[in-house]
């Protein structure tokens, strides 16, 4: 079990995207955190993780990335209780029935750019927009977004995969600019990128035939991973993106 040693006693959580594999993994591991005083688990269903033992920190929301009167409302909701400590966006989007990773140039197209664009990139930012004004500046406090390893422009050398590839980059930019107007603000807080690995989840199953065993990781190990690089984040690391077991992905 994750304990968030560098959280405040009963800090309180916003995890957005709760029903996928990492957010609802994510949302077990704070709800086991002794420290941890409550989880909004925040979905388009507004359902949370399937309920179970040891859930009864979680409470649901409805939040569509989508659409910024749902992201207000919802942050609304869970900062009634008081303010939040740490916010993860625990979202992404690669690919939908229609819509595959592009293997060539030629396989561009504006509608699928734009998907990418609304749910990997623009949808943290307006989540950030009202979540940062609910958090707690003035102690140790965290927003995170999951990003990519491919998301890195120096670290690109297979080309493909134009849409996510882009939009990462671009999340990876929201969160570096993000970072700079809150250190002005508080001394405190940190704003992070998160890789979490090759994870078997319905993003990457498709993709996953040539990864070893090894590398494939199960959503709550990942997630465990992730809340331990996060609880070591210090503010002079703000901006940047960590990979699960704490390495820094370059821009």
Not at 50 to 78: F, M, N, R, Y
Not at 109 to 130: C, F, Q, V
Not at 174 to 183: C, F, G, N, P, Q
Request: aromatic residues 6%; negative net charge.
């Amino acid at each position: 079990m994750t304990e968030m040693s560098h959280f405040p006693s009963d800090y309180r959580a916003l995890v957005v995207g709760s029903t996928g594999g990492i957010g609802a993994a994510l949302t077990r591991a704070l709800c086991e955190d002794t420290r941890c005083a409550a989880v909004y688990a925040a979905s388009r269903r507004g359902t949370g993780p399937d309920p179970g033992p040891g859930l009864e920190k979680a409470h649901p929301l409805t939040l569509d990335l989508t659409d910024e009167t749902s992201i207000e409302d919802a942050v609304a909701t869970a900062r009634e209780g008081g303010p939040l400590h740490l916010v993860i966006a625990a979202t992404g989007f690669l690919h939908a029935e229609d819509i595959s990773p592009e293997k060539t140039w030629r396989h561009l197209d504006g509608d699928a750019l734009m998907t990418a664009y609304r749910i990997n990139a623009i949808g943290p930012a307006l989540l950030a927009k009202h979540a940062l004004k609910a958090m707690a500046l003035d102690e140790r406090s965290v927003f995170a977004a999951l990003s990519a390893r491919v998301g890195s422009i120096s670290d690109n050398r297979l080309g493909g995969w134009h849409a996510y590839r882009a939009s990462k980059a671009a999340l990876n930019q929201i969160l570096k600019t993000l970072s700079i107007e809150l250190a002005r603000k508080s001394d405190t807080a940190v704003i992070a990128g998160l890789h979490p690995g090759t994870v078997d989840t319905g993003l990457s199953e498709p993709f996953q035939g040539n990864v070893p065993d090894e590398k494939l990781f199960t959503p709550d190990y990942s997630a465990g991973c992730l809340l331990s690089v996060i609880d070591g984040l210090d503010p002079g690391q703000s901006g940047r993106v960590f990979d699960w077991a704490g390495e820094e992905v370059l821009p």
